[in-house]
């Protein structure tokens, strides 16, 4: 089956600055690839997804890049701001039932 | 505004007793999901169900059943609790086609001694 990996599992960074999380996959059937932000207390929130058919979405101060012949894909904030502090997870699907694989996760901290 | 609520989101139980988290999704999703949460793991799937009374397997069922007897309603047993099985367990749903976005609740945080 599929295996996500993602790392850091940890990222410190000072208000204003770019972070950046970075995932791995290994089955070459996926085909969409989602991002998923958990505040405390809450449950995970789709914050940005892209197709395999794309290389790059960008959605205000966040993006995502897809290369799918080194099958990985990164999540870059930039500006960030001490709301962005959650835990960031990344997953993948070949969109058979909407089944997912999820990475362990990276706790954001954005110090003000 | 979409929404899923878990039936609790703290609950403590004995080893050995039987244990029922309930879901409710108010989007007439046809996909719901059960996932375990565990710090270093992710998010890993226990079952998912694609109709009423569909359910299927996921990465690690083991200890666990599920019941889907009404479209809006997915419940996860637990037959007979264990300590490992302490964990945060989150319930998602979808919509067949239109979007792959998961919707998930807030949570229930199980703690089984």
């Known amino acids: 089956g599929e295996n996500v990996e993602q790392h850091p599992s940890t990222l410190s960074v000072q208000e204003g600055d770019s972070a950046v999380i970075k995932c791995t996959y290994s089955d070459s059937a996926s085909n969409y690839f989602p991002w998923y932000k958990q505040e405390l207390g809450k449950g995970p929130q789709l914050i940005i997804d892209?197709?395999?058919?794309?290389g790059e979405k960008k959605d205000q101060r966040i993006a995502v890049t897809l290369n799918k012949t080194a099958k990985h894909f990164s999540l870059h904030i930039t500006e960030t701001q001490p709301e962005d502090s959650a835990v960031y997870f990344c997953a993948a699907s070949e969109g058979n039932f909407n089944k997912f694989y999820f990475g362990s996760g990276t706790k954001l901290n954005v110090k003000p | 505004d979409v929404k899923v609520t878990q039936s609790s989101r703290y609950l403590v139980k004995r080893t050995g007793e039987k244990v029922f988290l309930e879901c409710v999704q108010d989007?007439?999703?046809?996909?719901m999901f059960w996932y375990r949460q565990d710090p270093g793991l992710g998010l890993r799937l226990i079952y998912f169900?694609?109709?009423?009374?569909?359910?299927e397997k996921g990465d690690i069922p083991e200890g666990y059943s599920v019941s889907r007897e009404k479209k809006e309603r997915f419940s996860l047993i637990l037959e007979s609790a264990s300590t490992n099985q302490t964990s945060m367990y989150l319930c998602a749903s979808t919509v067949t086609g239109a979007s792959y976005e998961q919707y998930f609740g807030p949570g229930t945080r199980l703690t089984v001694t």
């Open positions: 892209i197709r395999s058919n794309v």
């Open positions: 169900s694609y109709d009423v009374k569909m359910k």
């Open positions: 989007m007439d999703h046809e996909n």
